[in-house]
C-alpha cells in the first residue's frame, strides 16, 4: 500500500501466512509436575493391543509436563487448503516446521506436505511457473526477511500464530492485516485477526478520543460481502465490497490516517492523523462518491 513504508525496506510485494489452525499447544494437556516422578507419553490402541509407553523425563524435582497432537486427517486438509490457495493467487508456496528436531511430529508435517504435492499439485505448479519450496523454520525466518516477498508462507499453528503478528506488525500495523479461516468443507469466516483493542474501547468509555484503525474489521466485511455474492451471485454485493475496499485504501494512500499508521508513513505535510469517526468519516464519503 502507497504511503506505509514497511520496517523491512526490501519487502515489495504482500506475504501470505497460511497458519495450521488445530492442534499443537492450543489443544493440549499440561501437568504442573509438583515433585520427583516419572513423565510419560502413552498411546494405548483402541480395541486392545500393547500400549506404546514412552519416558519424557525421570523428574527429580517440580517442572512442568505438555502433551499436544494432530492428525493426518488435518494436515492433508491443511495441505490442500495451502495448494489451493497458491494456485489460485498464482503465488510460490513455501512450507517450514523443525523436523531436524522433531523427527516423528514435524517429520510427519513435511511428509503428508510433499506426498500431496507429488501426487495432486506438482504438474499443475509447473504449468502456472510457480514453486513449492520446504526448508526449515529458522531458516525460513531468514529467508523471509531478505526477500521482496510475493509468496504464501504455511505455517504449523504455533508457528503461523507468531509470525503472522510480526510480519503484520513489520509492514505497519495489525489493523492493516487481513485474515481468511477456511475449513476443508469449504466453509469460509473473515475475521479482524489483531482481536479486540481493549485499551482504546476503555478510554473511549471514559469519553475520550481515540484514534484506533478500523481497517481489519472493515475488510473483514467486505470479505464476506465478496464471497456471499460469489455464493449468491449476486454481483452488486460483490462491487460494493470492492468499492469499499479501494475507498479505505485510498483514504490511507491519501494521507487521512490513525495514529499507528501515522508512525510508520512516508514523511509527507498533507499527512492528518485523526479520531476514529473522522477515520470512518473519510471512508464513508468516498465510498459514497463511487456509489
Not at 514412552?54 to 493426518?72: C, K, M, P, R, S
Not at 494436515?75 to 523443525?98: M, P
Not at 522433531?102 to 506438482?122: C, G, L, N, P, V
Not at 475449513?183 to 475475521?191: A, D, H, R, T
Amino acid at each position: 500500500m502507497k504511503n506505509i513504508l514497511p520496517s523491512v525496506k526490501n519487502w515489495k510485494k504482500p506475504i501470505h501466512i497460511g497458519r495450521h489452525a488445530y492442534g499443537d499447544v492450543y489443544k493440549n494437556q499440561e501437568i504442573l509436575v509438583p515433585g520427583p516422578g516419572r513423565g510419560e507419553l502413552v498411546f494405548t490402541p483402541a480395541g486392545g493391543g500393547t500400549p506404546v509407553r514412552l519416558t519424557i523425563q525421570d523428574f527429580e524435582g517440580a517442572g512442568i509436563l505438555q502433551g499436544i497432537h494432530n492428525t493426518d486427517q488435518s494436515i492433508r486438509s491443511f495441505a490442500k487448503s495451502c495448494f489451493t490457495y497458491a494456485l489460485d493467487q498464482k503465488i510460490d508456496l513455501w512450507f517450514s516446521v523443525k523436523d531436524t528436531i522433531s523427527k516423528t511430529y514435524d517429520a510427519r508435517f513435511r511428509q503428508i506436505f510433499e506426498e500431496e504435492y507429488e501426487r495432486s499439485w506438482k504438474k499443475r505448479f509447473n504449468e502456472e511457473g510457480i514453486n513449492y519450496f520446504f526448508t526449515l523454520i529458522d531458516d525460513a525466518v531468514a529467508r523471509i526477511i531478505k526477500s521482496e516477498g510475493g509468496m504464501l508462507w504455511a505455517c504449523k499453528n504455533y508457528d503461523g500464530d507468531v509470525m503472522s503478528d510480526m510480519l503484520a506488525s513489520a509492514y505497519g500495523s495489525l489493523a492493516m492485516m487481513t485474515s481468511t479461516l477456511v475449513s476443508p468443507e469449504g466453509y469460509f469466516e473473515y475475521e479482524a485477526a489483531h482481536g479486540t483493542v481493549a485499551r482504546h474501547y476503555q478510554r473511549y468509555l471514559k469519553g475520550e478520543k481515540t484514534s484506533s484503525n478500523p481497517m481489519a474489521i472493515i475488510f473483514a466485511w467486505t470479505g464476506c460481502l465478496k464471497k456471499r455474492g460469489d455464493l449468491d451471485k449476486t454481483p452488486d454485493v460483490v462491487e460494493f465490497g470492492k468499492k469499499l475496499e479501494a475507498a479505505a485504501i485510498e483514504t490511507v494512500e491519501n494521507g487521512v490516517l490513525t495514529g499507528d499508521i501515522m508512525r510508520v508513513a512516508e514523511p509527507d505535510p498533507r499527512n492528518k492523523q485523526v479520531y476514529t469517526e473522522e477515520f470512518m468519516d473519510a471512508i464513508a464519503e468516498r465510498l459514497r462518491e463511487k456509489l
